[in-house]
Structure formats: C-alpha cells, structure tokens
C-alpha cells in the first residue's frame, strides 16, 4: 500500500501544480499558496512513505527498481521547487514565480515518469500522465469554484478552462484505459468478464468499480458542470464538482491499487 499512496499523493500533487499556469493571477494570493501548500504537504507525505519503507536506496518491492534513488531525487526536486514557488508569493518575488513554477512541472513530471519504471512501457507511462491531468484538472477546478465568493470580479473564462481540462482530462483517460482493456492488459480484460457473467474475481470486481466510479460517474457530470459554468451559477458548479472530485479520486486510487497488486495499468 506504501507504493498505491505515494503514487496518488504524488500525481494528485503534480495534477494541482500543472494546472495552476491556466488560472489568472486574478484569483488571489491565497488561491496559489493554497494549492501549492496542499502539493508540498502530498508530496512529503508520499516521501516519508515511501522513504519509511524502502529507504533512500530501495530494495525488494521499491518502485523504479534500480532507478529507486533517483525517484526519491526527483521528487524531493519537486518538493523543494513546490515550497519555493509557495513562498514566492507572500515574498513578492513575481519575476521568479513562473519559472518556479515551470521547474516544479518539470521535476514532477520526472518523478511520475521514474515511477513507470521498470516496466516503462508507452501505455504506463500514458497512464500516469493522464492521472495527472485529470486529478489536477478536478482538484484544481473544484478549489477555484469556491473563490468565486470570495472575489467578486474574477473572470468566469477562469472556471470555464479548467473545466475545458476536466473533459479532456476524462476523455483521454477513458481512451487510455479502453486501450489497456482491449491490448494492454488481457488479464484485466479477463477478470473483467468473468465478472460481468457471474463469476467470482476479486481483481475484476475492483476493475468494474474503477470503470464506474472513476470514469462513467465523472463522465455523467461534465454535461451539468458544463451549464452550469455557462449560465455562471459557480455555487452550483462547484458542488458538482465536489461529487466529481470525489469519484475521481476514488477511481485512481483504485487504479493505483489494481497496478501495485494485480499489475493492470488502467
């Protein structure tokens, strides 16, 4: 389990700092600090796990395999560049929060990417990526509905981008996991079926509940957070997306599960 929580902790984190370029500067201090804060605290927390448990230079079970300690580099890099950008804003250092920012990114991305390893695989890598996305895009969209009351004037193009990130977010990851089934991983498409004809498998019941609380549930919503963004009724999108947040969440720490204890990429 150390390695499904490091996994979310981490992609949640990258997910929020990833979309933070796509919402104006308009939102406020407390916007960016909060959500930067919220990453650096993930981020440490899946550290200490995965640290506890496996030590600065791995062993048995560590993910990465032997690229274990530059996992461990990479997401401390982005931990410290998270913590820097964070304190950039109450600092007023303008000119360096951007490319605090862009460093963050980049680190994070490395990490996740170190994370594929030792099956570094296009479809494992694609399956982290889109984790990312869509686990920042819903985070981050559902944090941004709520300064919506407290800053009168920030502009609705703000919560409609972010949203823009959610649907491509979900599509993309619904293409990944539909490939995974179809190519990538017959044993998940086999446990898969024998559920759907009556047939007990743990595995597969854990995929059904992937499918539909992480994907067909998100996907139900996009069609009511998208009119309700439209006619500008934020205190309601944003309750929207408190339900959408939580199946998002709940289906890629599912997700993470089925690939640390079954090996299914979806």
Known sequence: MTTVFFLFLVHLALGLMAMLPFVPDRAGIGFFKLCSASAATMTTAGLWLLVRRFGLHGGPGAPAGGAYSLLVAA???FLAATIVYNRAWPLGWARIRRPLLALSVITGIAAVCLGTLPRARLLVAATDLTSVLLLGAAACAMILGHYY????????SALRRLTVLLIAGLLLRAVVVGVALAAGDAGAYQDLSAVAAGLWSPDGVFVWMRILFGLAGPLSLIW????TVEIRSTQSATGILYVQLF??????????????AAGFAL
């Open 75 to 77: 997401g401390a890099a």
């Open 149 to 156: 009351l407290v800053i009168l004037d920030l502009p609705i």
């Open 224 to 227: 009511f957070i998208w009119k």
């Open 247 to 260: 199946l998002v969440l709940s289906g890629e720490l599912l997700a993470k599960y089925l690939r640390v």
